[in-house]
């Protein structure tokens, strides 16, 4: 199991007081206006990194809090950027951080995809949580966790790393410094290095276009330094003839610190007497959702009675990815996920993708009993002290007097840790949000003695000290889909995406937040749109482009032809194309060439010099072990160059990717 190897507790400690410091920096207060944005990106990609504010000038109270100190020149608008200003900020040496309020999630307009640019490009996200309704966060990170203000963090792999407040937490009030900014880099770099080091969590080569969401939480926000924990969560979509589910891995790894654990021999000399034994360590995980119930399919570790032992077990699970890798079609024999992109969902062909978890850990003087509580609804794994010690802090005890001790007590006894594992089987179809609670607890034994006027007293209990976290999934993700979700690119320009607004089809700025340009290509050729769930649709009456409820008609079924995207009405002539910078697709009379297509596949491009004109010999591409074709004479007279306007891109929405 991965975590990144940061040394303390979350935000607090991840980043901890260099985030609380204001110390060193020159101003007192800043604007949120600003001029010369060029300019201060420029100078604050080799000083401190910037803060570039996302949301209404209107609502800048997370804004102001969390600026307060920081020279203006340091704080951008994100409405003011402009694209070479974007380009800068994404270079790891910036040390940029994007701030929003969760509330403004959804109302961030055209500045929306600026924000999903940066946080893909691996630029923290600092989320101030100023509503309780966390269904903005959820669907726009996929994933939110209980709790205060959060900082999302995307990894190259496309993991999400998450540093969060503790319940209890209002607004843990930051303010940025370089030391938070060299905080934050300290943590992306150890973040990158636990995942070169633990290849069971980083993948295999074919990983990149499994259906497959992760986050990390290096080291959960309790409140407390009695009990902390490190957490991982993936979600995985499997989809075969046979079946189609989505699987919910969490990894818990909780440690326990009780503060009070061992005696207080009156040393205060105020006539108190303790002994406190942790006699209980305990963790449990639970998996609901608002629609179908989560079916518990696996967990480590298992039930040990032994009051001393080393567990160590790596079991490994596979999972069937319905549609190609690609592989069939690459010249190297490997995964692609582009070419994959290009054809349609196919349940009949698929490929294999494995997890592996490996656990490794000590007991001593404790037995562990895993089980299944509430009916099958929730895991709890219960660490449980010898009875036999649980007595054996007190050496002996008398009729006026306690004799105390500690020379029993075992390490396990003041700190102690374990590893656990669950995996919950939920229909493939369903896209609502699942809610992951994890609990971590644990109980002393205390026996007390004490004085009280003439009147020696003694008292004995349990007492127990148990904190939550509550992680939302959002299982409709652009990672989970059965069949490959991709924004349609142009090639010509700035590159626009395809995008359909209330069933209208038009060009827009690329968002790989906006679901409305989310685009799966089914099983029938047709590209469904993740936002309205409709067809796209070409009208040859109108000659415009829509959505409209998915049919088996021809002028909703789509073909690749290498980079093009062709219609499957009317003899394939009809493509998409761009003119004028509008969205078009009805080719008339001797406008475009109707190329030939690579005989292996039409997503192939049909010579290798494509989308240069046809040379006599070329070579035709090929799958890898099958002899490639040449170009014959007559082509390099009858076809010319293919125009960037007809060309476009798939941009695959899988992690990694």
């Not at 991982?232 to 075969?240: G, H, P, T």
């Not at 189609?244 to 790894?253: A, P």
């Not at 968002?511 to 769930?533: F, I, K, T």
């Not at 890898?624 to 798939?650: I, L």
């Amino acid at each position: 199991m991965k975590s990144p190897a940061i040394p303390a507790r979350s935000l607090t400690a991840a980043i901890g007081i260099a985030l609380l410091s204001v110390a060193g920096m020159a101003s007192s207060s800043a604007s949120l206006a600003h001029g010369g944005t060029e300019l201060s990106v420029r100078d604050t990609a080799t000083m401190d990194g910037p803060l570039v504010m996302f949301g209404s000038a209107n609502d800048s109270s997370h804004a102001a809090r969390f600026t307060k100190g920081v020279p203006a020149r340091r704080v951008l608008r994100a409405d003011a950027l402009q694209d070479k200003d974007m380009s800068r900020l994404q270079a790891p040496a910036t040390l940029a951080m994007a701030v929003v309020a969760a509330s403004e999630l959804d109302r961030l307009g055209d500045a929306r995809a600026r924000l999903s640019q940066l946080f893909d490009a691996g630029v923290p996200v600092f989320v101030c949580m100023d509503s309780g309704d966390r269904s903005a966060v959820t669907r726009f990170f996929g994933m939110a966790p209980s709790g205060s203000d959060v900082i999302f963090v995307r990894e190259k792999n496309g993991d999400i790393d998450i540093l969060g407040g503790a319940d209890d937490e209002s607004h843990w009030t930051p303010q940025w410094s370089p030391a938070s900014s060299a905080a934050l880099s300290r943590f992306q770099s150890s973040a990158l290095v636990a995942i070169a080091s633990n290849p069971s969590r980083a993948g295999g080569a074919g990983s990149a276009s499994v259906p497959i969401l992760r986050m990390h939480e290096g080291v959960f926000e309790t409140g407390t330094d009695e009990i902390t924990g490190k957490l991982d969560i993936d979600v995985i979509r499997s989809a075969d003839r046979s079946g189609d589910d989505k699987e919910v891995h969490v990894y818990v790894r909780p440690t326990y610190a009780p503060s009070k654990a061992g005696i207080d021999d009156n040393k205060d000399n105020k006539g108190f007497w303790a002994a406190y034994m942790p006699i209980e360590y305990n963790v449990s995980h639970e998996v609901t959702t608002d629609g179908p119930r989560a079916a518990m399919v696996a967990h480590m570790p298992a039930s040990d009675s032994r009051t001393e032992f080393n567990y160590q077990e790596r079991t490994e699970r596979k999972f069937t990815i319905g549609g190609t890798s690609g592989d069939s079609l690459s010249a190297d024999g490997l995964p692609d996920a582009l070419l994959a992109a290009k054809m349609p969902f196919n349940l009949s062909v698929g490929y294999e993708h494995s997890t592996s978890e490996e656990m490794s850990f000590q007991f001593k003087d404790y037995s562990l009993a895993a089980s299944e509580v509430d009916g099958g609804q929730r895991m709890l794994w219960l660490a449980q002290l010898d009875s036999k010690l649980t007595h054996k802090l007190v050496e002996k005890e008398y009729a006026d007097r306690v004799k105390l001790t500690e020379k029993y007590m075992t390490p396990m006894m003041r700190r102690a840790g374990m590893e656990t594992f669950s995996a919950w089987k939920l229909p493939g179809e369903y896209e609502g949000i699942a809610t992951v609670r994890i609990n971590v607890r644990y109980a002393l034994d205390v026996k007390k003695w004490w004085w009280h006027g003439p009147d020696w007293n003694r008292d004995h209990s349990t007492q127990s000290k148990s904190v939550g976290r509550i992680y939302e999934l959002d299982l409709s993700h652009p990672y989970l889909t059965r069949e490959i979700t991709v924004l349609l690119r142009s090639e010509e320009g700035l590159g626009a995406c395809v995008t359909q607004r209330r069933g209208v089809v038009e060009l827009s700025a690329c968002d790989p937040s906006d679901r409305a340009q989310m685009w799966g290509l089914d099983s029938e050729g047709r590209y469904v749109n993740r936002g309205n769930g409709q067809c796209l649709q070409a009208d040859f009456g109108e000659k415009v482009l829509m959505t409209a409820k998915c049919s088996l008609a021809n002028n909703q079924r789509w073909e690749w032809r290498a980079d093009r995207i062709h219609s499957r009405y009317d003899g394939t002539l009809h493509r998409l194309y761009v003119q004028n910078g509008q969205l078009r697709f009805f080719v008339g009379e001797g406008k475009y060439e109707n190329l030939p297509t690579n005989p292996h596949s039409p997503a192939l491009r049909p010579w290798a010099g494509y989308p240069a004109k046809p040379l006599t010999g070329e070579l035709v591409p090929a799958p890898y072990g099958t002899v490639p074709g040449h170009v014959p004479a007559e082509w390099s007279t009858m076809y010319g160059p293919t125009g960037v306007e007809q060309r476009w891109s798939p941009v695959v929405l899988r992690a990694g990717l």
